[in-house]
Structures are given as structure tokens and as C-alpha cells.
Antibody
Framework: QLQLQESGPGLVKPSETLSLICTVSGGSISSTNYYWGWVRQSPGKGLEWIGRIYDSGSTYYNPSLKSRVTMSIDTSKNQFSLKLSSMTAADTAVYYC???????????WGQGILVTVSS | EIQMTQSPSSLSASVGDRVTITCRASQRITTYVNWYQQKPGKAPELLIYSASDLQSGVPSRFSGSESGTDFTLTISSLQPEDFASYFCQQTYSTPWTFGQGTKVEIK
């Protein structure tokens, strides 16, 4: 059974860059049927789709975050990652990594990691 | 960006009740709508995709339908394990967007 697990800091200072890694187990990250992405959830903004990356490294980012987001993928480690720069309190949220099917389904999701932005 | 307006934001219901949750899209999105269930402290889980197709393993009391730009999630007979939050999502065009969610509580 495919599982995704987020890892990274739970606390980030304002203006710093958040770095998260998603480790995929129980299956290969290299597949023409899937791509990989991130969704965040905050009390104020609900669920927000951040973007996705293919195993080729091709990306699409939500325009609302595009200037601050970078995603990458390491097929040798079965991992993909998210970097979000210039963090502010508004970026405080639970961040989920999610498998995207080419049929546009998000399944499964990682358990999520709470990231708080505070000095 | 396509807006998904979900209603109600919360509802109270009893075990055995029929529950209906609606999402209205800001423009035509054919059937590119997914529904997710989220329990407290857990990640969302896919319930329904393509507006009306049941994800494998999901009980048949869950169903989805579409009428123009209105999409409906129905729980035919609410069970104790169904008390949770529910979200719709459109994947017709990027950026994909979600409804604000409906919290189903015990009456």
C-alpha cells in the first residue's frame, strides 16, 4: 500500500524558507500514471492546492504562490520536496504531500505536518 | 480561478438521516469534481471522483451527482463513522480549488 510521509521543521521564522520532504513508500515515484504535489490547510483559507511535479521534473505551481514556490523530485530516493520562501504568519498551515493521478484525483495523502511561522 | 461555493458550512444530523451537501462552481466544469472526507486530526480521504464515481472501498451510502454547475454529495443513511468534514474540489482547470468544507455534526 502506497504511503507518503512529510518531514521538516514544525517552526519557521518570518522571512525564512520552509523546506519539506515527502518520502514515498510502498511504490515507485517514477510512473507515467501519477504525479506528486502539495496541498496546505489553514483555518483561515481552508484547503489550498500548492502545485505538482512530474517524475521528469516538470512543475506547475498555483499562481498565488508561484513566486515563492519551488518543487523538486529525487527518483533515486523516492522523494519529492517543497520549498516556500519568504514565509509569513499567513503561511502557517498543515502541509500535506499527495499523489496526483493523471485522472486528476488526489489519493493518497500524507498524514500532514503542521508548520507554524513565528519568531 | 474557479470558485467552489460549498453549503452548508455545517449541519447537525442524526444517525440514519439522509444528508446532502452542495458545491456550486463559478463556471462550467463538466464533471471534474472530487469529494473528500476529513476526520479530526487526519488527512482528507477521497470519497468520490468525476462527480459521481465511488472510490474503491467507500460505502455505497455515499453518492455524488451533477446538475450543470451544481454538484451534490449525498449520504443516504448517516452512520456514526460519517461524522466528519467534507470538501469538494474542482480539477477542471488549474489552479485546482476546493470548497470551504461542510462539518457534519451529531444532533
Amino acid at each position: 500500500q502506497l504511503q507518503l510521509q512529510e518531514s521538516g521543521p514544525g517552526l519557521v521564522k518570518p522571512s525564512e524558507t520552509l523546506s519539506l520532504i515527502c518520502t514515498v513508500s510502498g511504490g515507485s515515484i517514477s510512473s507515467t500514471n501519477y504525479y506528486w504535489g502539495w496541498v496546505r490547510q489553514s483555518p483561515g483559507k481552508g484547503l489550498e492546492w500548492i502545485g505538482r511535479i512530474y517524475d521528469s521534473g516538470s512543475t506547475y505551481y498555483n499562481p498565488s504562490l508561484k513566486s515563492r514556490v519551488t518543487m523538486s523530485i529525487d527518483t533515486s530516493k523516492n522523494q519529492f520536496s517543497l520549498k516556500l520562501s519568504s514565509m509569513t504568519a499567513a503561511d502557517t498551515a498543515v502541509y500535506y504531500c499527495v499523489r496526483h493521478r493523471v485522472s486528476r484525483l488526489l489519493d493518497p495523502w500524507g498524514q500532514g505536518i503542521l508548520v507554524t511561522v513565528s519568531s | 480561478e474557479i470558485q467552489m461555493t460549498q453549503s452548508p458550512s455545517s449541519l447537525s444530523a442524526s444517525v440514519g438521516d439522509r444528508v446532502t451537501i452542495t458545491c456550486r462552481a463559478s463556471q462550467r466544469i463538466t464533471t471534474y469534481v472530487n469529494w473528500y472526507q476529513q476526520k479530526p486530526g487526519k488527512a482528507p480521504e477521497l470519497l468520490i471522483y468525476s462527480a459521481s464515481d465511488l472510490q474503491s472501498g467507500v460505502p455505497s451510502r455515499f453518492s455524488g451527482s451533477e446538475s450543470g454547475t451544481d454538484f451534490t454529495l449525498t449520504i443516504s443513511s448517516l452512520q456514526p463513522e460519517d461524522f466528519a468534514s467534507y470538501f469538494c474540489q474542482q480539477t477542471y482547470s488549474t489552479p485546482w480549488t476546493f470548497g470551504q468544507g461542510t462539518k457534519v455534526e451529531i444532533k
